[in-house]
Structure formats: structure tokens, C-alpha cells
């Protein structure tokens, strides 16, 4: 039924490649299915400066797309003079989901920035850049436990994320770029590992949506998040 | 318990006036609690240009804050040139709940432009934002239709929006800015007057939450819809 | 023979409300008949960095319009990306007038910047924001009059703002939009509550004009100025 | 008694060299004592498209300055990213001066664009800016008269601009920068050939001027026309 | 002698993966040593609007680095609001280089855009992108041929570019990072198939040069070149 | 042959005039036939912090274009709101070339800023800039040595430029803005007093160029620099 012609609560396959990159603290390439986000996490001795002096750090992210990362070519974004209102919109929810699997205090005054730059998009970018950005993220921290430049781990949990949609009346899961485009209702799911919800964010796109369905696809969300954290366990 | 001294499921006092602008097709000035927003309705000949040709109607919004509707003074965006990444999600947001509340069909190809200025803020300004847009939407809408420019009501239903969040481990109703500042999660949740789901964005803002939780959240933005959509209602 | 049906000498009706919004150290609306003006006085601790160790004080202004002040929807500035030519001459000249009735080696090293929000535009936007933003600077300053924080009062004189032009070839006195837009002449007088000049912006739309026209003009203006000092003082 | 050592009412020296560029239909050299102004007008096909239709032509200015035609550098407004509000003032004052001696049904649906830009700088730019642009625009509707494109002359009359302040106490005629950076009050006077106002734009700075100032100021200034015209008549 | 251990005439090993993604019509991921750059074609049905009714085509590049393609994070340009000097410099250069090895009469009136983003980047970025960027053009043009869209092959040679550099008074090859900033002078060679030149760019960093040692610089630049060309054939 | 009737090694006619404006530490107006560009240099105390600690001086360029410098008027980069990518490929290179004369230890933490401003633009209006802002730059040297701020002269030699290109067939020196549209290759040659290499700039635009045709090119190009160097010294 689906036009991918997997199962409803079907994921697609997903690879998550480390250390592509030599200069970053930790870097991935993540794919789910054709889409492929490159990750890198960057540390930085100073955090932001409305931390100062409050002994907490922070992490924050930075989205973007190649141009030709899409059927048609979208218009670079530093030619355009500015970053849309999705791509901020995507990498405050990339950052807010990482900080929610972060011990601020543990981690102290510095600064951990995860860039995730889309190579190839074919929906779920947003959902792929925080599963990987967590790998990123996570062989950072474990560079500076290694060097003695953290005691502690910061890390509390695995965070995940995952697309949910109601595809011709059907909740499933992982959605493509063809089934997000026709999906009444979508949204993304962000879990930690021990299945608590750090973000919830379902949109009507043309039908509205009943509790019964939102209580479906919290099921299939957490379906999902399994396939995701042992994905992210098997890569490190 | 809560600082505002209200129960956990008792919203703010809401007021909503009508006819606030002599210049726009339809507007209100709607006040919950010391939530402050001027929502107009502008009505547009045009639909934007990726609609030409195919009949469908377009609804979108935007937002703003004066400079000192806030505690302290925050920089006017258009001397910073640029809008900040919350008020473009903000002003996303709105547009989408409203469009899901319209027929799009039966609005043909023009646009409604509803602008959401908030004059004070505490708390909550996208949710009054949402509930006050949609009353300028009404208005403009029963203008055209007594105008003959419609012949079809395309709006299907009440769009209302209200915050839930979890504070000292209790969900509660509506949080004022004092509530929301120390939330460890919060939220929003747009419903139509049947409290069918039109968006739901919930975020863990220090400390994630349960799928209990989220089920006690949603019943207390049902209960938070039936109260604005009844101030709705008295308002027209 | 006016299109408002006013006598050439006399003005649209004032009011102003003070205490508008419960965050600002001063605050008023100020309506001059159909225009209506929100403006705010915020205190800083800190004066611009080109006075640093001068002593002195300083008064500055910012100015905005609502989307949909206008008879037709305005562009966002914020969303244009910048401030028009026109928007940051109003909002120098509003500056301007304001520290012409400033002490500013009694109001000492601090800032005190109005803003000055259009909520709806009837003409004469620049002359309401002026003296509607005297009284929220008054207000401020009473503020940190009672408070200590100043000793001595800084304000000198009222300043109040009111345009004039020639209609037909007529002096009148206070243009709304319909007259302003067909004047050959027109311009905005800044007085003091004593009647001295702080600023006299005179231009020829279509016709130039004379000196004896020029004398006319000043006599209405200062008429004029006395109806708004009498506004002010019955506002505090 | 004038740092210039120059009597109240005595002008700075005045040369006007035509003809500095190949490329512009028009263009000067104006010398106002030690500042510098080249002005050029261009001859454009059409209108602005607001004037679409309308048989009406267009006259608008750009003004600029070098950046080191002042005593230390300034930061050049291309680099900046924006033009300031200073930048935009002035021009909008040249645009709309020289428009005002121009018959726009004469020149019909076509712009001239006058282009000011200060190579050296030391006070009364904007003026000198008028005062030579008038020149180009009047060599560029020259050149069109003898080619027949156009069959009236538009140009109804000299445009020419001076400043006038009090210094001392005293009105002064064409402040030079160091009296213009203590002068009182200050502001721009632009008068027609025969003597008609266009502009005046008085300002206090410090003090506020009395009505009998006013008298003095514009007696100073239709002096000064005098001299300027003469000049203009001189360079033709 | 070369901080890298290469011989002077020696290259860093090269390869060139194609059809890197699914979306362009032409891909390919270049790695010169440690210097990784993505390049995707894309083939646009209009040619740019000044050249329009030539009958001419038109190829453009653009250039972007992620931020940790190097070794500390740079900002992000479409967060900065613009593209730095150098990022244009390289993409106008890459641009005309391309355009050297197209017969724009037998493309017709299209535009082909080549992006070139580095992924990692250790010296000759924009070597590595002109020689990567040809084979991407080249499988866009391939694929135009072989539907029909085209009819004769516009490609007329090989396009490759490679650095050349002073260090330590001996002229070497292909510079990395290391020997790039500490070269007095270096450069990038553009030539052809055909050993013919396309672009010489050589600048004195700090020490100036000799026409005797631009002879040798020519020298490897052609000894480069084959070595470039070799690895584009075997791409294909 | 050649459209400007010259002989293939035949330069234009150069002048360069100093003292051009009182406020700058160095100056000339320079004309190379028809090209006039206006340099200033200015010594800044500070030098780029960048450079803060290292003893090391700076010398940097900026070029600009009056909008009718050229045959059609061209938009303000200021009022565009950024400078094009020729504006900044062409003020890197005239700051890289003039460092290549200076000694920046001996130069000390000082910047110095060269502004060219092209008044009237006939070809070759980056090498004018270079040549006269090498004048402009060593009369603001003399001034520092003759003040005793300077021990040392920094100034290590001439640098001058020039453009060479091939037009039907034939290298020629100097192109004109005719020549240089028409030419398959052109570039930019700057050199030392010495004859020594700087920059090399060769592109060809429409045809590639062999290695002869850059010997010959070369040739030109010190016979040019002869030329040059006699101008600036002959200015001096």
C-alpha cells in the first residue's frame, strides 16, 4: 500500500558510518534509505556567553542542504543571504534534541557544535540529522573522556528521532519524500533510549488527526526508536 | 502551587475585541491573562504564485513583538535585518493552524494575510497568537461572504491553541511566563472546535517526559479548547 | 472646504491613556483623531559607547507601522529586511525633537530609548510619535525621579510635534492622510511648551511656497502647539 | 568671529566645472569651498513602474561619499552592507528638491537619476549636492532638447540650497564643518531662482531658535540663493 | 624536502568516484590526497536572461566548504548572510574554467551548474573542484547526448587544474595545506586536454618570483595536468 | 589594428596628480587614457587583530565604482547591500600586490588602507588602482618618516600593473574597455620596479593561449612596467 511498498510499520535500511572526516572531533555519514546526512560534531573551549559563569555547556547544531541534495536544485542559502525559516526552524529542533540527552553540568563550560549537512534527501532529513548528529556527538565526548578533558560522562542517554505519518488513512512509519509529500498528517518523533519523549512535533498537512491515531503513531514512534539506538550501537 | 496562584487546569482570564483596526478586513485585540496580541486580517486578490492556476486558496501569518512588550527591551528585528529563527517558527506555525481550519478549495485563488503583533507578553503569545488570528480570519471571511465575494463559508471549523507543560512534576494549563521559564517541559497544542488534533509540539526542556504524561497534557488542552473556543464565539 | 470638514485652525480630537503596557518605564497611546500610536520609554543603564566618560545622557528613537496600519497592507519590515529610508528619517527626527527638551548632564550617563508603534495611520504619524513619545519619556523620567536614580529633573520643556501645509491654497493645521496626500506644501513644526523652535521641516510637494506662507504656517503651528502641551499635561 | 574668519553673511568661494565624465548626459564638479561634490545625471527610458501609465517623468538622487572625504575614515556603506539613515535622508532631500523645479508632465515618462557623491568633504554636502546636480540635470535636459527627445523644456526654474545656522548667537550663511559642529541650531534652506521655497529644514542642536532667528535665517539664505544661482548661471 | 615527503614533481594519489548521488544529472566525489570535494551538475532549461535570443549556453559554478572541512570550524556562510571574497573568487574562477572547454553555440540556450562542495579540504580546493566538476559536466552533457536533447557534443577537451608553489626556493607540486601556507609564492594552473592554458593565477606571498621560475612552474603545471587528465579518462 | 589606433606595445597616455584631497595621508587622481581612478591612503594606529603581538604591519585595499563611471550607470553596491564579487576580487588583489612592496616588519602594528575609486572607467581600472595606490601608499610612507613615526622606509620597491591580452591574434598591452571586450585572453601582469613578478592574472575568454603567447605576454608587460615606474616616480 505504501509506495515504497514497505510494511506500515516498516523502517528503511539504515547505515551509519564513522570518522569520515579527519578533522572533527567526531563526525558520521548516516543513511536511512536514499537519505544520507553527514554529521560532524565540533568541540569548543568556550560556551555561549549567557553561560558564562554558570559552570553549564551547552550544544548546539547547524543544518543545511547541498543544493542538489533534491530532485531539483535548490538555491544555496549563503547566495541567497540568508537561511530559510525551515532550516532555522530544523536546526533549533536538532540542537534542543541533543541538549535533552546532555548532563549540562557534567559536561561544563564549553561548547559542542554538530553540523548536519544533507548529501541526499528523500524525506526524514531532520530525523536523520539528529541520529546521527547523536553519533557525532557521542565520539566526540568520548575523544575528551579519553583525554582526560571530561571526568564524567555528560552523555545521560541515547536520543533518536523518526518520522510518523497518516498515509490513506494508515499510520506509518519512516516516511519517505514521496509519502511525507501526500500525508494528510506527519510529524516527528524524538525518543531517548530508554523510550522517554523528548519531542513531539505532529502537523495536519490537510486533515486533522484523532487521539486514537496520535496514540498510534507514539506506538510506532517507539517501534522505530528501537531499530534507531541499536543502529547507533552498532556504529560505535 | 503554581505561581500564578491558579489550579492546575484553570486557564488565564481571556478577553477577545473585535473591530480594533478601522484599515482591516478583519481584527481583535485578544488579551489572555497579560498576554497581549493585535491579530489582523488582510485580504489579498492574489494567491502566491506557486497556487496560480490551480483554484486553491491560501491562508498565512506573521509575527511580531514590540520592542518593549517584553520584561526588558528586546532589539527590533527590522534594525537587526533580519527575523529571528523563533519568529519565523512562530510565524509558521500560525499559518499552518489557521490553513487547517480552511477549505481551501471553497477561499479560491486569493490569500488571507493575518498578523499576530504582540503589544505585552507573558507567556504564550503563539497560542493567543492562534486563538485571536482565527477571529480575524472570521471576520474577514464573514465580510466577503456579505459582500457576495464568497458564496461558500471555507472555513470549517474553530482553530484554537492553548500551552501545556509539566511544572514541579504536575501538568498544568496555560502557562504565564514565570511558569513557562521554569517548565521542564512544555508545549502547544492546536485543536478545532470538534477537538480533532491540529498540531502537536512538545518539547522537554530539561527533562523528558512519559507517554503518561502526554496522555494527562492532552486531556488538559481539550479542556483548555472548550473555554477559548466559547470566547471565540462570545466575541462574534 | 476641508475634506475632514475641520476649520483651517483646528485640530482632530487627542486623547492619551497612559500606563499601557505593565512592562515599560513609561508608556502612552496617543490618539490624534484616527491615527494611533503606541509609545514606550525604556530606561538603560548604559548611554551609548561615543559618550562613554562625557557625563552625558542620551534620548534616542525607534519607529515602526503595523503591517496592516495602512488603508493597504504594508510589507514587514523585518521581513524586507530592513528599514526604509523614510522610517529611519522619522525615527532621527523623533530623537532629535525629544533631546531638544533633555538636560542631559542632569539625566547623566544613561540612555532613555521611545519607541514609537503605529497601530493605526491617519496622517501625521511622525507629529503624534513626538508628542505622544514626550509623555512616555516623561513618565520614565518621573519614574526615576521618585526612585532616586535621578536628582534632578532633566526635562526642561514640554515638546510637542503637529504638521501644517497648504490645502487648496490654504494654510491648515494638522493634515490626516486625504489632505496630506493632495497638499502642495506641507511639513511638521516641533515646538517647546514655551513656543520655541526645535524643528521646522517644510517641503514643496508639487508647489512651491512663499514666505508669507511660511509666517501663516508657524502661526497655526504654534496654535496648535498649544491644544497638545494642554493634551500632555491633562494625560500626567 | 567665525573660526572661517569669514563676515555673517559672506558664502564660500563657488566653482562649477562641467562636462568631468564622458559617460553621463550631465555631469559637474561643484566646489563649495573645500567641499567636493561630483554630480551626474543619468537619462533613463523609463519611469519608475509606480509611474507606469501616468505621462508623468521621474527626477530621483543617490547621494555617497568617498570614504576618506572626511577628516578620518569612514567605513564605505558598500562594505557595511546598507546605506545609513543619514545616507538615505540626504537623498531623498536632493530627489525630492530638484523634483520640485522640474515639470514632470514636460519630461513624460522617463527618470533622471543624479548621482552626488562627495570627494571631499568639509560641511553643507547636501547643499553643494543640490546645488550641483541641479547643473547636471540641466546639461542632461539640455542634450535631450538639442536631440529632440524632448520637445518642451521641463526645467521651470533654478533649484539651489544653502545652509544657514546660529553660531554664537549670531545667523551665519554656509557653514564650513568646524562651525557646524557648534553651531546651535542649523538646518538647509533650498529656494528657486526666483526666490520660491522648496525646502527648509531647521534643526536644533542644543538650543532651541526663536521666530525672529527664523526671519533672520531665511534673510540670510535668499541671499545665498543669489550668489549660488549666479554661479550655476556662470557654469552654463 | 616537502613537509608531505612527496618528490617535487609528485602528485598526492587521485581518485574520482561518479554517481554519487541519485538527483543530478552528473556526479562525482573527487579526492586529491586529504582535499575531498563533492561536484554534481545540474542541467537548467533556461539559459541566464542575458542570454537571451543568443543561442548561446552558459555554465556556472558555485562553492561552498561544510563547516568542519577544516581544521577548526568556520562559520557557516548562509549563517554568516553572505558569501566570503574567497568563496566568490573560487566559484567565478571555477565558472570560467569550465566554460574554456564548451563550444556554448553546440550547448544551446541552457545553463548547466556545477556545484563544488568540499567535504574536506587539505590544500588546492579549487584545483580539486575544476577537475571534478569537469567529469560532473561532462555525465550531465553524456546523458543529454544519449536522450536526444543534445546533438552534437559540446565538450571540446579536458579541463583540469592543479597548484603550483615556491617552497624553500625549489618549485613544487600540487601543495597541501601544510606546504600551500608556507609557500613565498604559489598559484593554479588551468590547462587543457591539449596542454593549452586556460587560467594562470600566480601571486607572491610575501616573496616575489622570477620568470625563470614561472618557466618551471609551467613546467610541473603540465606535468600535473596529465596525471589529472589520466585520472578524469579513467573515471568515465 | 587595434580599435584605439595604437601600436601593440603602445601604452596610453598616463598622468598622475598628487594632493588630491587635504584630508588623506597620501593621494593622486591617476589616468590611464580614459580610466581616472581616485586613491587614498590611510594610516590606521591599529593594525588587524589578527595580527595584535606579531610586530607585523597590514596593508589593505578597497575598490569602489561611481554608478557612472561607466558607459550605462551602474547600481550603488551600497544601495544593493553588498559588494559584487568583482569588487572583491578586485580589492584582494590590489592589497595582495601592494604588500608584495612593502616590508610589514618594518612597516610595525600599523594598517595602512588604500581606497581606488573609479571616477571614469575606460579599461583597466584594477591596474590603475594598483599603480596609483602604490603612490598614494608611498606618500602617506614619506609623511609617517618625515613625522618620525616611521624609522625604517617600509617601502621595499615600485609595484605597478598593467593589462596584456591578445586581441585577433596578436598580444597587445594596455587594453582599452573595446579591446578588452573583444579580446580571447587578456590579463593582468604586476610587477616590481625590479622587474619582478607580483601576480600573474591570464584568462581567456573564448580562446585558450599557448605558452608562447604567455612569453610574449610577459614581454609586453615589463615594457609596460618601465612606463609605469617612470610615471609614479615623475608624480613624486
Keep these: 500500500m505504501r509506495p515504497s511498498g514497505r510494511k506500515l510499520s516498516e523502517m528503511r535500511p539504515i547505515s551509519i558510518e564513522t570518522g569520515i572526516t579527519k578533522h572533527a572531533e567526531g563526525s558520521c ?3 536511512v534509505g536514499d537519505t544520507h546526512v ?10 555561549p556567553s549567557f553561560l558564562k559563569g554558570t559552570g553549564l ?5 547547524e543544518y543545511g542542504m547541498l543544493p542538489r541534495a533534491t530532485h531539483s536544485r535548490n538555491r544555496r542559502e549563503s547566495a541567497a543571504g540568508k537561511q530559510s525559516g525551515r532550516t532555522q526552524e530544523i536546526q533549533r529542533l536538532i540542537g534542543r534534541s541533543l541538549r535533552a540527552g546532555i548532563d549540562r553540568v557534567a559536561l561544563g563550560e564549553k561548547q559542542i557544535v554538530v553540523d548536519c ?15 546521527g548528529g547523536w553519533v557525532a556527538l557521542r ?3 568520548n575523544k575528551m573522556l579519553k583525554a582526560g578533558v571530561l571526568k564524567t560522562d555528560p552523555i545521560v542517554d541515547h ?3 523518526v518520522s510518523c505519518g497518516i498515509y490513506g488513512g494508515q499510520p506509518i ?17 524524538i525518543l531517548t533510549g530508554a523510550k522517554k519523549l523528548v519531542e513531539v512535533q505532529m502537523s495536519a498537512e490537510g486533515a486533522t488527526f484523532s487521539r486514537d491515531e ?18 547507533q550501537k552498532a556504529a560505535l
Design 159 to 161: 536520543v533518536a528521532a
Design 173 to 189: 512509519l519512516d516516511l519517505d519524500y514521496l509519502e511525507d509529500s501526500e500525508a494528510g498528517t506527519d510529524g516527528n518523533f
Design 38 to 47: 553527514l554529521c560532524t560534531a565540533t568541540v569548543e573551549e568556550k560556551a
Design 214 to 231: 496520535m496514540t498510534q503513531l507514539l506506538d510506532l514512534a517507539e517501534a522505530g526508536t528501537d531499530v534507531l539506538v541499536a543502529a
Design 139 to 141: 565520539l566526540a565526548v
Design 57 to 61: 555547556g551547552w550544544v548546539t547544531a
Design 117 to 131: 549537512d544533507v548529501i541526499q534527501a528523500d524525506g526524514g532529513t531532520r530525523c536523520a540529522s539528529i541520529t
Design 29 to 31: 555519514l548516516i543513511k
